[in-house]
């Protein structure tokens, strides 16, 4: 619960600082954010933080996921998006595990394949991603991982698409 805690003041911390910062030029009344989008953001942000809270687990930057892979740290990392998406474009090192968006949708064979990938040691520090932050592939993993008893699972919720605007490489 003390992980929990600490996860959530973060995330409402880098919440609180993006909000000042984009009120901190001109008045804040009558104006939009500068692309017009700060609505989306708001709602996604929410959205992560509460699938966050009900999944118990960890969320991992773009910058700590680089640094472990640079590391080489022994990290098992899953992207969640379908196998024909993978195969075009994945994180140095990624394993596939195609999980659909929605847990509800989730087939016994994709569960199964799934928990396979993961292995026997549940102290593993598991990171899973998948397209985008509103991408919920990654949560659905996230959460089956920590069902069945793994202790170290983080999300990382910007997905490839963080991962290249940070101007990382992929593998093709």
């Avoid at 397209?131 to 793994?150: D, I, K, N, P």
Wanted: with cysteine; charged share 30%; aromatic share 6%.
């Amino acid at each position: 619960m003390k992980k929990f805690k600490k996860i959530s003041t973060g995330i409402m911390g880098c919440l609180l600082a993006v909000t000042i910062a984009g009120c901190s030029s001109g008045d804040g009344l009558n104006r939009s954010a500068k692309d017009g989008k700060e609505n989306a953001v708001e709602k996604s942000a929410i959205r992560l933080v509460n699938a966050t809270k009900e999944g118990d687990y960890n969320l991992i930057s773009t910058d700590e996921l680089k640094k472990a892979i640079d590391s080489n740290e022994d990290i098992l990392l899953i992207d969640t998006i379908p196998a024909e998406r993978f195969a075009e474009t994945k994180i140095k090192g990624a394993v596939n595990a195609g999980l659909p968006k929605e847990m509800k949708d989730l087939k016994q064979e994709e569960k199964d394949n799934f928990l396979k990938i993961l292995g026997d040691n549940k102290d593993k520090k598991i990171i899973l991603y998948c397209g985008f932050t509103s991408c919920e592939r990654s949560h659905v993993g996230a959460v089956l991982a920590r069902q069945a008893g793994y202790k170290n699972v983080y999300r990382y919720p910007g997905g490839i698409a963080a991962w290249l605007d940070a101007g990382n490489k992929v593998d093709k």
